[in-house]
């Protein structure tokens, strides 16, 4: 019935997750909330942490892209498991830091990081940092010298690969925001650069081709682009790389028509293709790293709304109004991404209602899905959206002052708060 293992029906013909009734979670905790499969979660950390390792050794590790979804929580959890993290902005490198992460296994990245925020990451002892250009190559050179640091950094690479996937997503293309194009020259140029500074060591190449990919083909185009430009590295400084970080993107399903992914068959069939090319190309195999986000945390993850006003549009549509919205799932606004739903308390009954999931914000564009079909809910049922564990609490605001839900989470028949449910006093907080 569910395309997730954590999810189930109770004899009530309640939705569970990890076991327990939506309906008393809700009851519980209030509506709109967020829910979550602790052991989903590490299941996966543990997944990318085995099959790399196993293919490529000790120093390969997965790299949690926390931007999917960031609280002192999961970094606590990833910290657990093992495994590093990818940091996108101050705020999230704040937040690993309270969690107490061991931040020499924190990678930072972003096109456009300041000066603040490369002393903040020196400072912060994050282990490594992503060069995205040559203009901040120079100011980390001259910070990290100020400092009297050293500071190890990758290098991020633009391939040029269209991983087949939308639009809004697609970044390892050579007009990308992000990184250095090898077609153009510039990648060359600022690897050599990067040899030449005194406070900054070279430990490796980046790329991110995408998100939300389902099969090896774009990952094993990339390592060939990337594996041959590791060679001309080899070739025309003399300098091998030691990291090659294939960045994330792995799909997950939101929906039955999405095929199953097996990311530990990938990522062995990915790893044979790099061991061939680097044999091939007469490189040393690198260790190799991967940020997942999104198939780390979305299919853990669910939210639960209650419905309130049911209305037909005689000879049009119909509307299932529910408590929350774009404000917490700005997802389909924003790129029409499918969810599943579901009257979570009605299973038992035949899904055969379809219609139109709206939110409550004032913008008619503010739907979390359309045409799906669900059993008949009435005013005061639960509505389970699932799959929403990531780039929903990390996407949330408080469009119309609504406050952000909660999220919980589910561990061993039992459920915590990992961020509370923000109050009216927080929304104000900050005014004056
Ligand atoms: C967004 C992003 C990721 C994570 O992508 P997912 O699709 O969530 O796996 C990893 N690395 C970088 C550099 C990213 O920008």
Do not use: W
Not at 48 to 65: F, I, M, N, Q
């Amino acid at each position: 019935m569910f395309i997730h293992a954590c999810l189930g029906k109770n004899e009530k013909g309640h939705m569970t997750i990890g076991g327990v009734d939506t309906v008393s979670l809700a009851e519980q905790y209030g509506t709109p909330l967020y829910a979550m499969d602790e052991a989903t979660i590490r299941e996966n950390c543990r997944i990318y942490k085995e099959a790399l390792r196993d293919a490529y050794g000790e120093d390969s590790l997965p790299l949690y892209a926390s931007k999917a979804f960031s609280c002192k929580q999961i970094y606590r959890i990833a910290a657990e498991e093992g495994i590093g993290i990818d940091l996108v902005s101050p705020g999230e490198m704040y937040t690993a830091l309270k969690a107490g992460f061991p931040m020499e296994k924190a990678f930072f990245h972003g096109n456009n990081k300041t000066d603040a925020d490369l002393r903040m990451s020196i400072e912060s002892g994050v282990g490594y940092i992503v060069v995205d250009n040559t203009d901040e190559l120079t100011a980390l050179e001259r910070i990290a010298s100020e400092m009297g640091k050293v500071q190890k950094i990758l290098l991020r690479i633009t391939p040029g690969i269209d991983p087949h996937t939308h639009q809004k997503i697609i970044t390892g293309n050579v007009d990308s925001k992000f990184g250095n194009a090898i077609v153009t020259g510039q990648a060359m140029a600022i690897v050599k650069a990067a040899l030449a500074c005194e406070n900054l060591t070279l430990e490796g190449l980046h790329c991110h081709i995408g998100s939300q990919i389902f099969d090896c083909d774009p990952f094993d185009d990339a390592a060939s682009i990337m594996i041959g430009f590791i060679a001309d590295i080899k070739k025309e400084t003399g300098k091998e790389m030691h990291f090659l970080n294939l960045g994330g993107g792995f799909g997950v399903r939101y929906v039955e028509e999405h095929e199953p992914i097996d990311y530990a068959k990938n990522i062995r069939a990915i790893a044979s293709h790099i061991k061939a090319l680097c044999e091939e190309k007469g490189v040393h195999l690198p260790a190799v790293l991967m940020e997942p986000g999104r198939s780390i945390v979305a299919a853990s993850g669910i939210t639960l709304y209650t419905v309130g006003s049911v209305k037909e549009i005689v000879g049009f549509k119909k509307y299932v109004s529910i408590d929350g919205g774009m404000p917490d799932n700005p997802r389909y606004a924003l790129y029409q991404s499918p969810y599943s739903v579901y009257t979570a308390n009605r299973l038992n009954e035949k899904a055969e209602y379809t219609c139109t999931i709206a939110g409550r914000c004032c913008e008619s564009g503010d739907l979390i899905a359309e045409d799906v079909t669900i059993a008949k809910p009435v005013r005061g049922d639960l509505l389970a959206v699932t799959t929403t564990g990531a780039y929903n609490y990390s996407m949330a605001s408080n469009y119309n002052r609504i406050p952000r839900p909660p999220v919980v989470m589910i561990q061993d028949g039992d459920s915590y708060v990992a961020v509370a449910r923000e109050s009216y006093e927080d929304l104000i907080r900050n005014d004056r």
